[in-house]
């Protein structure tokens, strides 16, 4: 039986990181005993004291998950398998962005979708013991080190029919009644900032009947009360959304558990709110970005409006569905007045919950780009990957400012005026949410958080 040590590289501190479970490694897990028989392998998941982890399971071969914030960690933990011997799989938004960023201490990077390269690359690794540099250049999705060199494979195309895919396994997911799942991968739009879409290149769904299928295994198997859609956008295909309303009533599955999920302004139309309301979503996640229309305009395109933002709000408040929100400040030429129009919009437009973050370039986004042109970021070893943490309440003095207008300093107080509205704000309206069930672990987590952080910058 062969050991595989799958590594979650996330600040185990920080209260948004350790929230929910990596599902993609549950996908992983089921791809390999789909191909290989349940007993082929043996596997753990870590995503702390990695090296007792290392020592103590001593696995045969190690696959790290990373976004770029903590790429920094990924190389570190990579770096103690590699010193053990122990051959490293990287895989994750980073590496699929950024293959030249590939560490000497790892064998292999999976770029993209992950489940048909992890299949192949484990049979190398049954077949060799190893990652031979001969056996992985007819494999397509990778980038391995040939002696000093990098060589990447021709791309993989993602899986056309996403119901081919096994469910994931969270045998090693801690599952609690408050869970979540994709039902598809992609987004149709490309907003300047976001990584995700990049990473997924195209959209595909899984089928209504797919869908629907695993919240009855989540209801009925694990007692989930509570689920969140994690799709970019969940109801891109309307005629999918409202297949899965029927199958949700017809299985009489309704009632027994509520969702959230995430929208796009201009795809929240009537039919759409009915829809999601008949089929119990409680809560819905919009990324409104900005107060003012310029800023909006740059940051997602010009197919969305603030107007019709403000009108998204109003349609799902009427329809009894809690309308969340999140705002980005710090555009490269935006003002302390439009970053204010923003504050403002947030006062007068009803949201439930609402967060604000400050423009963070990702690799592989057009941000990414302008960061790199102006010299504040770079793709090799002169960059510190956890300059890229979105948390700028705990992070600003090493954060990425893109503002030319606006000092760090400056952009730190007007950042200030948004979080102490927020405070009071969610405080609030928190106790109607259907998030109120999570809030004391969020309490208890953020506060182990702050304190860790004030011992830190004291020490």
Known sequence: MVKFLWINAINSSSEVETRYPNLGIGYLIAALKTAFGEDRFRFKLVDSRIEEALDGFAPDVVAISSVS?????????????????????????????????????????????????????????????????????????IVYRQGEELRQTAPRPGRADLDSLPYPDRQLLPVSSHTYLFTSRGCPYRCRFCASSRFWNDVRFFSAERVVDEIERLVLRHGVRFISFFDDLFVADKRRLFRIVELVEQRGIRGKVKFSCSLRANTVTEDVVAALKRMGVRSVGMGLES??????????????????????????????????????????DETAAEILD??????????????VYVLTPFPGTPVWEIAKKRGLVWEDERMDWGRLNVNFELSHQQAIILSENLSAGELRKLYGKFRRYRFVHNAVTIWRHPMLADLPRYIVKYLLERLRFVVRKSG
């Not at 933990?77 to 590939?102: K, N, W």
């Open 69 to 141: 914030q903590n790429y920094g960690l990924a190389q570190a933990y990579a770096r103690a398998a590699h010193e053990r011997g122990i051959p490293v799989l990287a895989g994750g938004v980073h590496i699929s962005a950024l293959p030249q960023s590939l560490a000497k201490g790892m064998a292999v990077g999976c770029i993209g979708e992950g489940e048909d390269t992890i299949v192949d690359l484990l049979r190398v690794f049954l077949a060799h013991g190893g990652f031979p540099p001969a056996e992985l250049a007819a494999i397509p999705g």
């Open 291 to 332: 107060g003012n229309q310029r800023v909006l305009t740059w940051l997602k395109g010009g197919s969305l409006t603030v107007a019709q933002n403000a009108k998204a709000v109003e349609l799902l408040r009427k329809s009894g569905i809690m309308p969340n929100a999140s705002f980005v400040i710090g555009s490269p």
């Open 342 to 355: 923003t504050l403002r919009f947030i006062k007068r437009a009803g949201l439930a919950l609402f967060d």
